[in-house]
Nanobody, 121 residues
Framework: QVQLVESGGGLVQPGGSLRLSCAAS????????MAWYRQAPGKERELVAA???????KYADDVKGRFTISRDNAKNTVYLQMNSLKPEETAVYYC???????????????WGQGTQVTVSS
C-alpha cells in the first residue's frame, strides 16, 4: 500500500511558478512509478507527468519544456516544478502511484487528496 499527500498548491499569476510535492508513505514507494494528474472544472482528469522508479519521465505535450517531475526516494517524495503557468492550467492536481512500462504510465488506485492550483491575475 502507498498513501499519498500533496502540498504546494496555491494562487499564482500567469507566467509564474509553483512546486508541488507529494509525500508518500508505505514500503512500496521506491518500486512504484509516480505521476501527477490534473482535473479542471468540467473536464476529465488528465496525465501531466510521470516518472518511473528508475527516473524515466513522460510529459503531456502541452507541459513539455515548462514542467519537471522528479523524485527523491530517500525522502519518499515526488515533485512537480511548474514554470510559465497559464490560466487554463487552473485545476486540482493529484498525485498517483502506478506502473511505468515501455514508455507508458499505468495508474493504480493510489491517489492523493489533491491540491488546488489557480493561475490568475
Amino acid at each position: 500500500q502507498v498513501q499519498l499527500v500533496e502540498s504546494g498548491g496555491g494562487l499564482v499569476q500567469p507566467g509564474g511558478s509553483l512546486r508541488l510535492s507529494c509525500a508518500a508513505s508505505g514500503s512500496r514507494f521506491s518500486i512504484v512509478a509516480m505521476a501527477w494528474y490534473r482535473q479542471a472544472p468540467g473536464k476529465e482528469r488528465e496525465l501531466v507527468a510521470a516518472i518511473s522508479f528508475g527516473g524515466s519521465t513522460k510529459y503531456a505535450d502541452d507541459v513539455k519544456g515548462r514542467f519537471t517531475i522528479s523524485r527523491d526516494n530517500a525522502k519518499n517524495t515526488v515533485y512537480l516544478q511548474m514554470n510559465s503557468l497559464k490560466p487554463e492550467e487552473t485545476a486540482v492536481y493529484y498525485c498517483n502511484g502506478g506502473t511505468y512500462y515501455s514508455g507508458s504510465y499505468y495508474p493504480l488506485d493510489y491517489w492523493g487528496q489533491g491540491t488546488q492550483v489557480t493561475v490568475s491575475s
